[in-house]
């Protein structure tokens, strides 16, 4: 059987695609401080550990009145001097597209939670929208609180929560790779 050269394609061969993708998108209400913020930690987190291979990561905004935008200055400043690196303009949130592709919808507060809830009506996708400090209720903090109106220390603190509470997503992922 020299001439049957063929064999057939192993599961694990090199060519098969065997990864799968963690998708995952963090929600404000702007998507210009907190959900941007988010992204950017996790995706900082799965650099460090190499994994990056593993997930796609996006933010939005329940709102629309920043569409397009870049994430705000002072988030940038705060964030950039962290490491941090900023690369998406905002998006509104699109039950349409992301309920469907993505697996887990990580909300700052009750509001988004709620806006994003409200939007799945059948409750169809509700396993997916969690709140982020659900991850780190050492913490003593429920919801990232919105930063916007308020100074430089409340822009830190957005990071040290989000710090915290995406580590602790990230090795709970982590096991199901
Ligand atoms: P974010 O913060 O939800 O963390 O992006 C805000 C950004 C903009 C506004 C409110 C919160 N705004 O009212 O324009």
Redesign the pocket.
């Given at each position: 059987m020299e001439e049957n050269q063929f064999k057939p394609m192993s599961l694990h061969s090199p060519n098969t695609p065997s990864k799968k993708k963690f998708h995952i998108l963090f929600v404000?209400?702007?998507?210009?401080?907190?959900?941007p913020t988010g992204e950017a930690v996790l995706k900082k987190i799965a650099l460090e550990n190499n994994l990056t291979d593993y997930f796609h990561i996006e933010s939005a905004?329940t709102g629309n009145?920043?569409i397009g935008e870049r994430p705000d200055p002072r988030t940038r400043r705060h964030g950039e001097k962290r490491g941090l690196q900023f690369e998406s303009l905002a998006q509104q949130f699109n039950p349409d597209l992301h309920f469907h592709l993505f697996d887990y919808i990580l909300c700052?507060d009750h509001n988004n939670l709620q806006q994003v809830q409200k939007l799945d009506s059948q409750q169809k996708y509700h396993a997916k929208v969690i709140p982020i400090m659900s991850f780190a209720p050492e913490s003593g903090y429920q919801i990232v609180p919105?930063?916007?109106t308020g100074g430089p220390q409340d822009f830190e603190l957005v990071i040290d929560l989000l710090e915290t509470a995406c580590l602790q997503f990230f090795q709970q992922i982590k096991m199901q790779i």
């Open positions: 404000c209400l702007g998507n210009i401080c907190r959900s905004g009145y920043h700052m919105d930063p916007y």
